[in-house]
Structures are given as structure tokens and as C-alpha cells.
């Protein structure tokens, strides 16, 4: 005979099954796919607009190639207001999704894999930053993106073990970045979308993803390096995020050259982005 404590560890049981069935499809909704796929498009138009900064920047002109410099362009615009709202709804979305999609995988998707999973979680992070950023500029609160990386270094630098954690974050930074290229290099990233069955338009899909993760990865390698190299040399001022970075690819021997290819190359990827929203597997 089954006792009232079985009966209600069995209750208990059969309702976080139903509440995680009914989160599982709210996840996995047509109207939050849909709303998520904005936030790729989002991203892409933000990495458009660094890329044309970074552009700028090669031909001597100023500006903040990040994505505080982007979202400063969007809220100059006439509909700016509008237009945060839109996309800090998009990237919210987006970062809910990815974070359904980790905790309890996808039921149209037979290969739900621990690599799928943190990848969704690595991705809901980093839409929710993105999402945060554009937040702060809505209530008036937007930081350049130089200043917080250098405050953020700073603080660190002073916590214990501070500098190996600093270390460990360019470092990972860096891996990041050389995990972008070789995707860009090998197109594995083809398995994420659906090939248009016209020749054009499927050379344009590869193209854009080839450059665009390419130069995607050598901007985060740079932004990594500059993290180690400030960690090391005590110098938290010298962590300047992207934007710090691509001044001082600027610097270099033949710079505007190597920065004006990696601005195309961000172009490329955030046409990329924009192509993924439309055509991402689900």
C-alpha cells in the first residue's frame, strides 16, 4: 500500500514535469524562435556598423570601433529611441532562447550534446551582455566600452589571484578567437544554416561566413592580447577592449591596410549574422 509521503513525492514528481514541459515549450515557441532569430540580425547590424567605423578609423578619421560606438550611431538616428527598444527586446529574446535551449535542450533537434548546450549557454551570455549594454544606453547610463574594460581590468588586477583570473580570461579570449578563424577556415559553421539551393545565393552564405568569422577571430585574439599584455605589464589602461584594439592594430606596420581588411572582414560577418537570422536550423 502506498503511503501519503509516496503519494505526494509522486505529486510533486508529476508537477515539475508539467512545469518543465510548459517552460520547455515556451522556449521552443514559433513566436520566441521568430523573435529570437531578431537578435542575430541585431548583432549583425551592430558588427556592420563597427566595421564601418573601423573603416574610418584606417583612413584617419575618428570614432569608437565597439559596440558602444555602434549603439551611439543607432541612438543619434531619428527613430533612435524606437530602434534600442526593438533590439534590446531582440537580444533579450534571444538570450532567453539560447538559455531554454541549454538548460533543456531543443525537441526538434535530435543532437542535443553538452557541447550544443554550453555553446547555447556561452551564446545566452553573450546576447544578455549585449542586451544590458543597449539597456544602459535606454536609461541614459551608456560607458565607453574602453573605459569599463580598463575599469574592469583595474578592479580585478586589486582582488586576490586577480591577475591569474585576468590571465585566464585574455587567454580564453584568444582561444575564442582562434576557434572563430579555423571555423571560418574549415566552414563548419554551413551545419547552422539552411543553404539556399541557388548557386549565388549560397556562394554569398559561405563567403560572408568564411571572411567575416575570420576577421571576427583575429579581432577577439587581439582584444585578448591586449588583456595578458596589460595583466602582465600591471597596466589595466592598456586593456582597451576592441575598440583599443583596432587603434593600435592602427599603429603597426602597415596598419590602416590590416585594420581596413579587418573592418570588411566585421562587415562581412555581420552581413553573415544577418543572413544567419534568416536562414538559422532550428
Known sequence: MVNKQEIRRLVIKEEIRKAADVAEEAAN????????RAGYAVSGLLHILIGVIALQLAVGRGGEADVTGAVT????QPAGPFLLWACFAACAALALWQLGNAILGNRNQQDNKLSKRLSAV???????????????????????????????????????FGMFLLIAVGAGIMITGVVFAVRGFMRTFKKDLSL?????????????????????????????????????????????????????????PYGP????????????????????ARTLRT
Open 29 to 36: 515557441s514559433r513566436t520566441l524562435a521568430v523573435v529570437a
Open 73 to 76: 550611431q543607432l541612438a543619434s
Open 122 to 160: 556561452g551564446q545566452a551570455l553573450v546576447f544578455a551582455a549585449l542586451a544590458a549594454t543597449i539597456l544602459s544606453f535606454i536609461a541614459g547610463k551608456g560607458q565607453s566600452s574602453r573605459e569599463s574594460s580598463s575599469d574592469w581590468t583595474g578592479t580585478l588586477m586589486k582582488a586576490p
Open 196 to 252: 539556399s539551393s541557388r548557386e549565388a545565393a549560397r556562394k554569398f552564405q559561405i563567403g560572408v561566413g568564411v571572411v567575416g568569422y575570420i576577421a571576427k577571430g583575429i579581432a577577439l585574439l587581439l582584444v585578448g592580447l591586449l588583456v595578458v599584455i596589460a595583466t602582465v605589464r600591471a597596466q589595466p589602461e592598456q586593456s582597451t577592449g576592441l575598440d583599443g584594439s583596432l587603434k593600435a592594430l592602427r599603429e603597426q
Open 257 to 276: 591596410y590590416l585594420l581596413a581588411a579587418v573592418a570588411v572582414g566585421l562587415v562581412a560577418y555581420g552581413l553573415f549574422l544577418m543572413v544567419k
